[in-house]
């Protein structure tokens, strides 16, 4: 059975005026994507995962459409063929600043769904209470303000609002990070279970390795507005091929091991993305660095399965 394709990215970069000559004109740039090219499919789980800078952030808003590409395309199609622009919703980082704080909860999940159809208040409660259900919410509560809930129903409730508007795909930015660590496997294996239920899509955005190993089905790991490498989960991070998705599994603190173990490929900071390296991007901190890292660097698929930007792959 051939897989369905919801989203295309192809060659997309994005950069943004980071300084101005005496006409005004932008003489200085930060470029945040450099080159992505990615596919996302029908009912599976995206992971995203990369230090800070690295351009998740940027890729979350391009895909919810609050960035357009500066070169590239970007092509999101439905299941009948054609493209799309509202079939996308998001569940944030901090459910408490995330929900308005003057609207009782029944109004919070229904708001995309109002927006689209207007529909009337009677059938916004009923779907409220539908949702609300579905994502361990009580019924009575839907009445209720988000400051007289707790940090894992509020984010409940914002998975309820994702849900309302039966989006293609669903980003998820960090969905549990502000979250208490018992709570965090509620909220996880309640957004699994809705998968199944639901055929959902995901997008995942994390700091956190282990969550994106137990939601993920395939992994893209980012450097520098570009991904250096992207496969099926348990591949990417059991056997990474790219040294930066070594590095990255390396800083991850473990029981036992002291924090200067594994470090010895660490040579220095994430450069800054206003002068982009010339050749490999992680050239620079690379401990194999040598001939041919000079040049640019191409995502290629290897026979281990996985795509990997590194020519000694």
Known sequence: MMEESLLELQDVRVHFPAGYNWRGKPNAFVHALNGLDLRIMRGETLGIVGESGCGKSTLAQLLMGLQTPSSGRLLRIRQDGSWFGSGMQMVFQDPQSSLDPRLPVWRII???????????????????????????????????????????????????????????????????????????????????????????????????????????????????GQIVELGPAQRVLGQPQHPYTRLLLDSVPRVGRSLAEGQADRKSELPSNRHLPQGCFFRERCPYAGAGCQLPQELRLNASGTSVRCHRV
Do not use: C, W
Not at 132 to 154: C, K, M, N, T, W
Not at 175 to 192: E, F, K, R
Not at 213 to 219: G, I, L, Y
């Open 110 to 224: 229904t708001e995309p769904v109002y927006v689209q159809k207007h529909n009337s208040a009677a059938e916004r409660r009923a779907l409220a209470a539908e949702l609300a259900a579905q994502v361990g919410i009580r019924a009575g509560y839907l009445d209720r303000l988000p400051h007289e809930f707790s940090g894992g129903q509020r984010q409940r409730i914002s998975i309820a609002r994702a849900l309302s508007s039966e989006p293609d795909i669903i980003v998820l930015d960090e969905p549990t990070s502000a979250l208490d660590i018992s709570v965090q496997a509620q909220i996880l294996n309640l957004l699994v279970a809705l998968q199944r239920q639901r055929n959902l899509t995901f997008v995942l955005i994390s700091h956190n390795v282990s969550v994106i190993r137990h939601m993920s089905d395939r992994v893209a790991v980012m450097y520098l």
